[in-house]
């Protein structure tokens, strides 16, 4: 039964080693028999496997390879494989698989046996069942329903809604309706009002709108959540690398990941990992976790004000009455750059500023908390002066005026430099800008009464 | 041509005198008049009036009476009386007006007034134009669209696509179709889906869903966009005192709502008026005044640290090392504030905390400040015991314990009280909480440090 490998390799294997192999655990052995193999082969040998052993190599093929595969199965082996893939322990398997192998098999899925897969379930075991057909975690695969209720543009309206009729109860919405040509590729989408308003006999193609919105299944959520706000879409079609329909996001969907991506970015800005449930339904020891690993490190951050402080021990011994303002300065500076940092991070967050903004960003907020800190000094030092002294005065104000330039410098530019290395601009919380300003600040301060005080 | 007044008061004024009051500044006497004069006298008066001087009077009549007037009204005087309301003179004057008179103007328009003023106005025009209607700021009235497709219950399939063939192109949406009785009361709601897969020759009354959701025209924006986004709804009708339909709220323009809310928010966080407009778009001039009188609060705040400071000064001067740990030890204890007072009233804007759970979330926080003080007392005691000394060790992690509870404490119940005492939680800034926090964990601090220290 063995055929001659598509490679053309000689070393063909006997049939009954590649049965060995596929349901071993040596994924390289595997993968390199999957991708010489005749396509009929592999349908053959899967075919022979444990109905839970299939799902492994089945992953492992290559994507235009796993599609002619599927469809050389029979009908009744696809729908096992299917009813594979969407078993608990067949994800738990591949959950728990090593990252470098998981990674192997993560190629995207066929949009066909994508969809088939998907179908039936609920969202919930959808999200879970998800992690099989590759789409990266918060991805646009993930959110999707493969539901969708698509027509062709040769159809007359007329036909289009007697297709809505027989299909309609199942799709996910009918509201906006995905056109596709014969290879299931994405050409235009028509909104429900206009096919209903329209002439019975006018054709879809021309009442579709072919310049049209769509992300691909590896898109972020946040960034589809936000486009459908932006252009007030009711729903996004979403397609695979080669424009092939798999599925469609609505805007409830949208509405919810934008809720919990503001709340997570709420948490993540005053430096607390995202709960990821309902406050009240959150233990004290779970609110705790999401806390204290980030407490330690800014008071690991914190520690450098300590060093700053030693440093300037016998300063201070001078003058004990410089110390009573530490709170105040580094208080100030340190909202100050909270301002400039939350303001940034926001702006970012909703599409408003952009990497390249960077020079005039920062200088605009360099220069308005210049302005600030110049409000600030006079307001701080007339009462300081008149009250303990003129010299101390004259050291806040003066440093106020630095500090608050300083720590909108920091506060601005700390969100963007974080996202153009790649991180999350929101890692840059304001706890940690803080200790940068407080650090800062205080030697501004202690600097600035040297010179002054004459110390 | 004067008539009876309806309350029957013998002394009717005379019509010359009755056109003075209506062209005079004289609100109280014309508001008098208006109250108790004939409906038919008065449409005859408003008619006699010049264009311009018509909409004050009308406004002041009661909802009921507007109704009747505007009806008697020849239909070329109804409608050079809303063009008259739509005027901007007349919105302007609408403006200027004391805010005493002009509550007095400010009852609900009738539904039918309402949606024939409204309608044709870009959205712009509309939000301008709703001070007139008496819908307060940020209701549901402000953000809904009149041009809504309603239906009668008693059509059926077949009529009623036929009805929004006719009078959909100019309908804001046509995916939720609200439906009126007689009366133009809502008693239902139809999805477009369900009405284009029924049975053309169903009854409207059949298919809707009678158990429907809906807005006061003067409900809050955001409780409106929350409840759209929780109930996944496309569109939801909004309805007068009477439960008369006046306008339809489309998702786009929630999602539009809850984004500006979200960066409201942020910014009041951060001690910061929200700029309401694209960041780029704003001058430095305007983003120092939005965050100017804050900083100027925040220091009068901070002043109480000043003090505290000053009351310990022997202590300080004593050992003057005390003062190397105020930074980080008023910094951790405002950190752990800070995410507590951030996730309470995160919590609180999405809904899932109301105000009755104050006595069971304050008691988590402070279990939680209690757990995480306890941790960071140890990261933080043990290597300034070895590197610094061992009392002074003590004192720091003895402080961290008390202040971290203190803070959670803080944090968490100044937003619910804000709310209680009905401000906006926001109020509750995360610096106006840290520069409590602050003043608080000095005393704590110098307190421990006199009794451990014996000072």
Known sequence: ??????????????????????????????????????????????????????????????????????????????????????????????????????????????????????????????????????????????????????????????????????????AETIYALPVTDDRRRLVGVLGLRDLVLADPSASVGDLMDPDVYSARVDSDQEGVARLMGEADLLALPIVDHEDRLVGIVTVDDAMEVLEEEETEDVARAAGADPLGRPYLATSVLQLARSRVIWLIVFIGAGAVTVNVMAVFESTLAQVVALAFFVPLVIGTAGNTGAQSATTITRAMAVGEVRLEDLPPVVGREVTTGLLLGAVLAVVASVPIALLVGRDIGIVVGLTLLVACTLASLIGSALPLVAKRVGLDPAVMSVPLITALIDASGLVVYFLIATVVLAL
Do not use: C
């Open 1 to 170: 039964m063995t055929r001659p490998t598509i490679s053309g390799t000689p070393d063909a294997v006997p049939a009954i080693e590649i049965h060995e192999i596929l349901e071993g655990a040596d994924l390289e052995l595997m993968d390199r028999w999957l991708a010489q193999a005749d396509p009929v082969v592999i349908a053959e040998e899967l075919a022979r496997l444990a109905r839970e052993r299939r799902a492994i190599p089945f992953r492992l093929l290559a994507k235009d390879r796993a599609l002619e595969v599927f469809e050389l199965l029979d009908p009744s082996v696809q729908q096992e494989l299917l009813e594979g893939l969407r078993e608990i322990n067949v994800r738990q398997l591949f959950e728990e698989m090593d990252p470098d192998d998981r990674a192997r098999l993560t190629e995207e899925m066929p949009a066909t046996v994508a969809r088939r897969l998907l179908a039936g379930l609920s969202p919930a075991e959808r999200r879970l069942t998800s992690t099989l057909l590759g789409y990266p975690p918060d991805s646009a695969g993930r959110l999707m329903s493969p539901e969708v209720a698509n027509l062709r543009a040769g159809m007359t309206a007329r036909e289009a809604i007697e297709r809505l009729r027989q299909i309609g109860r199942s």
